[in-house]
């Protein structure tokens, strides 16, 4: 009826503290895996990887630049990447600042505890979740792509939709789009466990049960570049998801993953 006010509930709770959980856990996890990474921030294809060998990526400090080394091409990062300068004014040469990693100070153990701990956080809930979603449905029901949805027609207007920012209202916006499916399938079912099992390819512990995993990436150092790439793409995955918020209005955004659905008014 006119006037009424009705809910649809746009996230199930599993989902909801699944994402609240990735929140912390990821950004914990990126933060003591930059310090990791600048105990060597080099990256290398293959079983082996060592200061002699060729890598695909790095990170340097050269006299009195910082550079990032990547495909052959040299690129100028000074005061940000490879050679910056701390809080108190001392100019480092380290790979990742300070402000970005933990913890802030040079610190290898401490920062292999927290990224350890949270990775096992991590995995427990996508692990849970995954379960979840495939008993009550919610992948097949809420993120697999209709064929109708897949069709480059439709998929093409979703795409030009979203660059005129002409984002779904109503009860449209109640409802997970094409773009939408595809972008959060991808993560769920290809970043995250290519994420989780590359980190698992490099625990001599883990691979003492499981050597398939150092078979499946073809070496450590693969597994290593494959966890570091990953991490790269699910942080840019990360970013426009928090775009898409901001620009289809952050408040119903926020809102609906806090409570589970929009407010709106009825027709």
């Not at 856990?25 to 310090?35: D, K, N, R």
């Not at 350890?116 to 995954?130: H, K, Q, R």
């Not at 570049?225 to 289809?248: D, N, R």
């Amino acid at each position: 009826m006119d006037g009424e006010t009705s809910r649809t509930v746009r996230h199930r709770i599993s989902t909801r503290v699944w994402h609240w959980m990735n929140v912390l856990s990821l950004a914990v996890m990126l933060m003591s895996g930059l310090m990791i990474f600048n105990a060597h921030p080099h990256l290398y294809w293959g079983g082996h990887g060592a200061q002699p060998d060729m890598p695909w990526f790095e990170i340097v400090s050269l006299q009195a630049r910082g550079e990032v080394h990547v495909a052959g091409l040299s690129i100028d990062t000074t005061g940000f990447l490879g050679r910056w300068t701390d809080h108190t004014g001392v100019v480092r040469s380290r790979a990742f600042p300070e402000w970005v990693t933990l913890p802030s100070g040079y610190n290898l153990a401490l920062a292999r505890d927290w990224h350890l701990t949270f990775a096992w956080l991590f995995m427990s809930g996508l692990v849970a979740y995954l379960g979840r979603s495939l008993w009550n449905g919610h992948l097949r029901r809420d993120l697999l792509p209709s064929l109708a949805e897949a069709s480059p027609a439709h998929l093409g207007r979703d795409i030009l939709d979203h660059l005129r920012l002409r984002f779904p209202k109503g009860e449209a916006a109640s409802r997970y789009n094409v773009l939408q499916k595809l972008a959060y399938l991808s993560v769920l079912v290809g970043l995250l466990p290519g994420m989780v099992l590359s980190g698992l390819a490099m625990s001599p512990a883990v691979l003492a049960g499981w050597p398939w995993l150092l078979v499946l990436f073809q070496g450590h150092a693969s597994a290593r570049s494959v966890h570091f790439i990953s991490a790269a793409l699910i942080v840019g995955f990360v970013l426009v998801h928090l775009a898409m918020v901001v620009l289809s209005g952050p408040i119903h955004g926020i809102r609906s993953m806090i409570t589970g659905g929009r407010v709106g008014k009825g027709a």
